[in-house]
């Protein structure tokens, strides 16, 4: 139940939600996946979407949403195409287990629902891939249900409507109580988006600018000047720091050696070229003993630093010319250094490639 020291009355959440949707009548964004006003929205370019935008920002996810869509324009198309295609198409996006869930939810709506996403909120659950937020979206805005869609852009403009003190994660369902209460019968679809853009351009994380909010009469943050410290977090600990090395094998006519990853766990079924492991007590001076072949290497000057979800990660990159007849050990290939580009890897990969192959 909302707490009844911040629960709103029914008439101010309806007058919240009547500004909020005027004040997105005239300032929706235009986003390639959205549905204009009077159109149908599409259910698969809307789950597309929005895995693709879980974790990063609508402009970093244009050109892979439209590519990924002009690749893939229906889910059949998605269910039949390979993984490795899928991947392909994923890589630099992170998150590779995204791309593997997306993939096996297309193929289980076309098994299980005839190639058509279901429309309720326990349904779309079920599939894999899809968590609480994913699937309110896909049920308010595919098909204006009543449900919310709680990310960090709701949950920062909620908090602070509400000057909600409980810190985060634990006062997740508080906040999606009292979103859920603001949801009116006859827009949802609208309405999740609008809180959506709101959180996006207005209720910015830094310096939101109030002035300019529909919500900004009835906002609690805003009357006591305390916006910016809202969403109230708990204190994380930081994963611990893991080193490694990286081998760059470069032929004399221009390839270089790659390896596929095991298809579970951390970029499962993505390209490296290969690696020791990562440790916290990884020893740097006895990398050479992890190397793919025996070779001169020569280690570049540097770290290539990267952080992944559960800790940030350090590695050495060294490498080697090999001549045109040495053979790849077993599971490596060699890959012409112009087809890199249509490799499966992901950004750590990319920026040990560019830092061996810097001159
Ligand atoms: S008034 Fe300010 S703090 Fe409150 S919701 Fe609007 S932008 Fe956010």
Not at 131 to 155: C, M, S
Not at 270 to 285: C, G, L, N, T
């Amino acid at each position: 139940m909302v707490s009844a020291l911040i629960a709103p009355s029914k008439t101010d959440s309806t007058a919240s939600a009547a500004a909020l949707l005027a004040w997105y009548d005239r300032h929706r964004r235009t986003l390639p996946w959205r549905a204009a006003p009077g159109e149908t929205p599409d259910p698969y370019r809307v789950w597309l979407s929005e895995i693709i935008l879980q974790q990063t920002t609508v402009a970093a996810v244009r050109p892979y949403y439209e590519r990924f869509l002009a690749r893939f324009p229906t889910v059949e198309a998605l269910a039949q195409a390979p993984q490795e295609a899928v991947m392909q198409a994923w890589a630099g996006l992170g998150y590779y287990s995204r791309a593997r869930n997306l993939h096996a939810c297309a193929r289980m709506v076309v098994a299980l629902h005839g190639g058509r996403f279901p429309a309720d909120e326990k349904a779309l659950l079920a599939l894999p891939g899809i968590g609480a937020y994913t699937a309110g979206a896909i049920a308010a805005i595919a098909f204006n249900k009543v449900a919310v869609a709680v990310d960090g852009n709701v949950e920062r403009v909620i908090t602070r409507l509400h000057a909600v003190e409980e810190p985060l994660p634990g006062a997740k369902p508080l906040v999606r109580e009292l979103a859920l209460a603001m949801v009116p019968q006859d827009r949802p679809g609208d309405f999740a988006q609008a809180l959506m853009d709101l959180g996006a351009t207005i209720c910015t994380p830094k310096k939101p600018a109030c002035v300019l909010c529909p919500l900004s009469s009835p906002c609690r943050a805003r009357a006591e000047g305390t916006a910016e410290t809202f969403p109230r977090k708990e204190a994380k600990t930081a994963g611990r720091l893991r080193r490694g090395a990286a081998f760059v094998a470069l032929r004399t006519d221009g390839h270089v050696l790659l390896r596929t990853r095991p298809p579970k766990g951390l970029l499962g079924g993505m390209a490296e070229v290969p690696v020791s492991e990562w440790r916290h007590d990884y020893e740097i001076r006895e990398a050479l003993r992890d190397a793919p072949l025996p070779g001169v290497w020569r280690r570049k000057p540097g770290m290539v630093r990267h952080v992944f979800t559960h800790f940030p990660l350090e590695l050495a990159v060294f490498t080697a010319s090999f001549a045109v007849d040495t053979e790849a050990p077993a599971g490596g290939r060699w890959v012409p250094r112009h087809s890199l580009a249509g490799e499966a890897l992901p950004n750590v990969m990319r920026k040990v490639l560019e830092k061996a192959l810097e001159s």
